[in-house]
């Protein structure tokens, strides 16, 4: 053979080698890593070569030296950014590659709702299997800075996170927009109520929250409750018992449940409670700040969510005979 024969041959193998190449390469970038969701950690400082062996280990790729340098062709074994990441059903390896190096971390969504405690929301959030549960309650509460009684100072809204965040920076996010919301709010309130501190604002907007789902009677109830304090009367308002009784509530509420002796009762103590119940949403807020200008100094409920305000206890007792007695 001659020697330009054999040059035509071997650029012909190399030709073919490197064809073969591509189209292994081509092949297996395009390899469908799983058919079902799965969710893959990646550490502080982790490369792609940590990935590779975590995924290999998985048996969720099959090659770490393919996935290694497929990597370095595209120029994503940088600096990784660290979090979850999720595997969906039918992702390519060239796929999940590209993922990582934009750095698009799993998020999760967590709503906290208006007219729950601190408890709740805390069960809430370590049943959450997005969530990292590293710290009890009573720790979380004091690295947040809260001071009892907790309940009250934690915004209710829909909040976004990496997946893994701590239940702790859930919390102190939700505290952190109450405590902004609220300065906002406490300076442009109604100066003519007698609120005294915006802490008192959040309690008696826990109280709203709790009498009334209809964001258009809240005022209605804060202008029931204003009056109220302005004449020393006792609120008398069942949340309160409720919250006193805790798990010894048991509905409906009773004559001698009225009685308990406890600071939070507002049947027994004039003023506001010590402290919030539960809580309270922008609208509620809102209401604590700006009542309505009524006269209305009692309201019972019609049974369908709404209520049937009154000026005087003679007009309540015949709501009273109307909506709940005829019931």
């Known amino acids: 053979m001659s020697v330009s024969s054999k040059n035509k041959f071997f650029s012909r193998l190399v030709a073919s080698a490197l064809l073969l190449l591509f189209t292994a390469w081509i092949l297996i970038s395009k390899d469908v890593i799983t058919d079902q969701s799965q969710i893959i950690q990646v550490k502080a400082g982790s ?17 770490k030296l393919f996935f290694t340098s497929l990597s370095r062709l595209l120029n994503a074994n940088k600096k990784l950014k660290s979090g979850y990441y999720e595997l969906e059903p039918n992702t390519t390896v060239l796929g999940f590659i590209e993922k990582i190096s934009r750095g698009e971390v799993l998020k999760t969504k967590v709503t906290l709702i208006e007219g729950k405690t601190i408890k709740f929301y805390f069960d809430q959030l370590i049943n959450d299997p997005s969530l990292n549960k590293r710290s009890s309650f009573d720790q979380v509460m004091n690295s947040i800075g809260v001071k009892k009684p907790y309940d009250g100072w934690f915004y209710p809204e829909t909040y ?12 102190k996010r939700s ?33 709203i929250e709790n009498e009334t789902a209809l964001d258009y009677e809240k005022p209605l109830i804060s202008s029931v409750f204003i009056g109220r304090l302005n004449l020393s009367m006792r609120l008398q308002t069942d949340p309160t018992v409720i919250y006193a009784l805790g798990d010894a509530y048991s509905s409906p509420l009773t004559r001698s449940d009225l009685k308990i002796d406890h600071p939070y009762n507002t ?7 010590p402290g919030a119940i539960s809580s309270a949403g922008h609208a509620s807020l809102h209401a604590a700040l700006h009542p ?9 409920s019609k049974k369908d969510g709404s209520h049937a305000f009154a000026p005087t206890y003679e ?5 009273i005979k109307k909506y709940l007695n005829n019931n």
């Open 175 to 207: 505290h952190l927009t109450m405590e902004k919301k609220l300065s906002d709010m406490w300076d442009k309130r109604d100066r003519s109520i007698p609120l005294t501190s915006p802490y008192q604002a959040i309690i008696l907007a826990s109280l």
């Open 292 to 300: 309505a200008k009524e006269n209305d100094l009692y309201f019972v």
């Open 47 to 63: 490369s792609m070569g940590a990935v590779a062996q975590d995924l290999s280990d998985k048996k969720l790729i099959k090659s």
């Open 315 to 319: 007009k309540h007792k015949e709501n």
């Open 160 to 171: 976004i996170f990496n997946y893994g965040e701590s239940v702790e920076n859930v919390l």
């Open 267 to 273: 049947y027994r103590n004039k003023g506001l409670p």
